[in-house]
Each structure stands twice: as C-alpha cells, then as structure tokens.
C-alpha cells in the first residue's frame, strides 16, 4: 500500500509539472505571439492602407493590443486621413476617387477575432466589431472624373487578404458629415450627430457581391438616430421626431413619432399672429418609407418612395373666428397648389393613413362659444403626390380615398380629384353620409347657426361637387326623416341658449320639411352654385357647397 501510495504521489507530481511546464508554454509563447503578431498587424495595418489607396490616405493610432488568448484586438485614438498632395496628383492624372473619408475614432475593439485564420491564411474572422465615438466626413465630388477601372472591395484586398468577415458590426454615437458637390459646383451639407448603426454578418469574399441576400456585403444595415426636435421658422411650434431607423435591406425608413405641437396656449397664440391662424396640434404614429431613394434625399433633396404608411394620429385645428382676417387671400392655396409651390421635389406613389382622429374646432364671433366637427377612424388612401413635371406629365390627376366616423355616428366615404399643375386649382369631391342621428351636429348647428336639432334620422346623403379657386358646383341628395329643429336665442352673458318657442313652431310646421322623400313624391335634390369667399380655405367652399344644397333640401336655406 505504501509503495502504491508512493507511485500515486509520484504520478501526481509528474502531472502537475508537466501542466505547470504546458502552462508556462501556452503564457510564454501566447506572450511571445502577443509580441511578435503586435508589431506585425501594426505595420499590416498602416501598409494596407497605403497600398490600397495608391497611398491616398494614412492611418494613424495611439495604440494597438492584441491579445491572442482571447481574441481580441482593440486600437485607441485611430484617425484615417487624405494626403492632399496625393490626392492633387491622382486628379491630374484622371484617377482620383470621387469619394474622400476622413474618419477619427476614439477606440476600436475587436471581439472572437481568429488570429491564426488571420496570420496563416490571411482571412480576418471576427464576431464583432465595436466602433465607439467615430466621427466621420464623406466629402462626394461630382465633378471629379476617375478614368481608372472601377474595382470591387474583394478585388481591392485580395492582393492582401483572401476575405473579410465581421459577424456585427456596431458603431454608437456616431458623427457623419455628408458634402456634395453637384456637377454644377453647388454643394449640399448634411450633419448627423449621435447616429446608432448596426450592420450584421458583413462579409468580403470573391462571391459576396454577387449573393442576393446581402446588401453592399451584408446582410442588412440599420442607422438609428437621436430624437429630433427644433423650432418651426414662424417659431410657433415645437417639432418633434423620434425614434427613426433606417433600415438598408428593406431601403425602409421608420419613425416612430411625430408631432408638431404649438409654443403657446389657444389665447397666447392667437395674441402673437394677431390675425386668424390655424393653430394645429399633430401626432403621428408609427411612419414607414418604403423604398426611399436615400442618394436622391442626400444629393438632391428630393423625396422619392413608393408608400408612405401611418399607423394612426391625431390632428386637432382650432381658429378663433373673433380675431381679424390675415390680410390678402387665399388664392393659390389649394392642396395641391401648395404641393406645386414646394421647393422639395416629391414624388410618393402611395400614402396610407390608418385609425387617424381628426377635429376642426371654431370659436364663433356670434355666439362666443366653440363649435367642432369630428372625424373619428379616418382611413385614407392617396395616390400619385407629386410636384416633379415630368411625372405630372404623365399622370395629372392626385387622388384620395378616405372614409371615417363622422360626429361619432354616421359613416363617410369621400374621394378627392386634384388636378395637378392647372391654373385655377380644378378638383372634384364627390362622397357619401349613411345612418346617422341628426342631433350629433348640435355641437356645430348650436354655436355656429343658433339652431338645434331636435330630431332628425339621416338616411343617406350623397354629393358631387367640382370647382376651382373661386367657385364650386354641386349636386347634393339627402334622403333623410323626422327632422325637427329648435331657434334658438342666447342669453345675455353669452353661457346658454333658450328656445324661441314661437318662432321654432312656425319654422317646424311652416319653413321645415320634415322629410325626403315626402308622400308621394319623388326625392328632393339641390344643384348648387357657390363663389368661394377668396380669404377662406379649400375646406371652407367644400362645406359650405355641401351646407349650401342641404339647406335648400330641407327648407331651411333662409334660416
């Protein structure tokens, strides 16, 4: 037993010194490795870049570490530069690159980075890749003419390196600076600051280029954004933007919110336009570009997508009727007027707008008090927004379908015709209003028209109304029962209305009709002409054509 005792402690010690003797080989040559691949990748570092670039820009940094154990690299202070003087020569010569980056980071660290892979069969394998606090310029030249043969990114390193491979890529708190210069020499600017990007599985390699599900080597690249907000040029509102994420597989751009939101209260806003204004309220939710062409948005500025979609929002617009008219008029005002005048070319081939509530709120100079119209669950679908004129060659005609809840009750159906690039602002309107309870629009009749509405079931109401900046011409129908109404005074201090008992009986029994159809007859219709009011709104001659015909249906166009 002693001697097996003996051989077993034997055995252990022999164990423990040749684990002690591997160990100090694993430390000394992982140290001795440490050495000699640091200064070998500081040098390939610098060399590669040199060479890449026909010596075009120089990399600098304060330090490099690599440590093979763990399989990590990590660079502090990095900078990567344009030699101007070289870059003087490569234009002379015809071979100068459009595009100059200047980049600074203040550290870089590599992460499941395969250093054997890397010095024995020169593929870079990583898992991630983190980029923190870079700063980059992309200066984009139009002007500058490259009469060399356009490469590849594998066929730019495969001299060096068989491929590249970075399984995330991150870059927090980014910087990006974006100058171009048109081929007329006028320049654009644009500054990012605090941008998020993330692009995954990033691979160079002599097939990359050429796989469908990758973009630009990767699988996809998403660039979020800092929230933004900044002051409207009239300084009446506070604009708001946030949570936007760009996304480059699906060239999708997302934005979580947006609101236009005013600086001022109903009353410290109407004191400083001093006239009447809308003063409007926007929230916008969940808003996605499809397809937005981001060269043209950056070089150009100019909006192109296929669908702009909006999961739901809010829209509230008040004016004060007690104010005094702006001066001028509202000529040349019309939707799609306004849209021609953008100095934004725009070119969305569909809009969607889902689950949106919109309210228009007046307080009236008559009454003193506030009247609204509501449109809930509004759904709208419009086509072919455009100022460009090529396009509007092409297709003259923006169109949009809506449909909502109207005052709570009755269900709306519209479509709007404008005709895009026409003197005189030409459109057509024609919609419909099914099943709804008269006595909903009490909150519009009472304040607006000191009438109420004390019964009154509308059955259908149908219209079709065509026009330009000055007039419009309808042809309204309204079949509807039991409509009784109430004249209405109000009291003194302008806080409640009361009756005119004698005055409503007269109107009920003498002025109203009560009904459409009536006994034996055929339905009533209204074929109406209106001269817009030229200070007021599109909206405005719209109403008051429709108001106008269905006045004159029910007997009432003197009341």
């Known amino acids: 037993m002693a001697k097996n005792g003996f051989n077993i402690r034997r055995l252990v010690k022999i164990i423990l010194i040749v684990a002690g003797i591997l160990t100090l080989l694993v430390v000394g040559t992982g140290w001795y490795l440490n050495q000699h691949w640091n200064k070998l990748l500081k040098r390939e570092l ?30 502090d202070k990095a900078s990567m530069t344009a030699d101007s003087a070289v870059y003087q020569r490569l234009l002379a010569q015809q071979r100068a690159p459009a595009d100059i980056y200047t980049i600074s980071v203040d550290r870089l660290e590599l992460r499941y980075f395969k250093p054997w892979r890397y010095f024995f069969g020169k593929h870079l394998n990583a898992g991630i890749l983190t980029v923190t606090g870079p700063s980059i310029i992309l200066d984009q030249n139009a002007t500058v003419k490259d009469t060399s043969t356009p490469k590849t990114a594998y066929q ?16 927090d708190s980014t910087n990006f600076k974006y100058i171009f210069t048109r081929k007329d020499s006028s320049r654009v600017i644009h500054q990012f600051h605090n941008l998020r990007v993330r692009i995954n599985d990033f691979l160079i390699d002599s097939v990359a280029l050429d796989d469908p599900t990758r973009f630009l080597y990767a699988r996809n690249y998403e660039i979020g954004m800092k929230d933004y907000m900044n002051r409207t040029r009239d300084s009446l509102y506070w604009m708001y933007i946030r949570g936007i994420r760009y996304d480059a597989a699906e060239r999708t751009l997302h934005v979580g919110r947006f609101e236009l939101q005013p600086r001022y209260d109903k ?54 009727r007690m104010m005094p008219m702006p001066p001028g008029n509202k000529l040349g005002q019309y939707p799609h007027q306004l849209l021609a005048k953008l100095d934004v070319p725009i070119n969305i081939d569909t809009l969607t707008g889902n689950n949106v509530d919109i309210r228009y709120t007046e307080l009236s100079p008559v009454t003193e008090q506030t009247g609204y119209i509501d449109f809930s669950h509004v759904h709208g679908l419009f086509r072919n927004i455009t100022n460009i004129d090529s396009l509007v060659a092409k297709n003259k005609h923006l169109t949009a379908d809506l449909d909502a809840v109207f005052m709570k009750s009755g269900k709306l159906t519209a ?24 006595k909903d629009l009490n909150v519009i009749t009472q304040p607006m028209g000191k009438i109420e509405i004390r019964s009154c079931d509308i059955q259908d109401l149908t219209f ?18 039991n409509l009784k109404i109430a004249v209405l005074k109000q009291n003194k201090d302008h806080d409640g209305f009361k009756r005119k008992g004698l005055i409503s009986l007269v109107a009920n029994a003498l002025v109203i009709k009560s009904e459409n159809p009536s006994k034996d007859e055929k339905p009533r219709t209204a074929d109406v002409t209106y001269t817009r009011d030229i200070k007021k709104s599109f909206f405005n001659l719209v109403w008051k054509t429709l108001f106008t015909g269905v006045k004159d249906i029910a007997g009432a166009g003197n009341l």
Do not use: C
Request: hydrophobic residues 35%.
């Open 46 to 75: 610098q060399d590669y870049v040199t060479d890449l670039s026909d010596s075009l820009y120089t990399v600098k940094f304060k330090d490099l570490h690599l440590d093979v154990l763990s399989g990590s690299v990590t660079i």
């Open 156 to 171: 730019n390193i495969s001299a060096k390196m068989k491929s590249i491979f970075i399984g995330k890529l991150v870059l």
């Open 415 to 438: 479509r709007f015709d404008f005709v895009l690039n026409e003197k005189g602002g030409r459109f057509g309107v024609s919609g419909r209003l099914s099943n709804m309870n008269g």
């Open 464 to 481: 079709t109304i065509n026009g330009g900046e000055r007039s419009a011409r309808g042809h309204v129908k309204l079949l509807y029962q």
């Open 267 to 320: 009353t410290a806003f109407q004191k400083k336009t001093g006239v009447q204004q809308d003063r409007f309220e926007v929230v916008f939710n969940d808003i996605s570009l499809r397809n937005l062409n981001p060269r043209l948005l950056l070089q150009e500025q100019q909006i192109w997508a296929d669908r702009v979609n909006i999961q739901n929002g809010r829209l509230d617009i008040y004016r004060n």
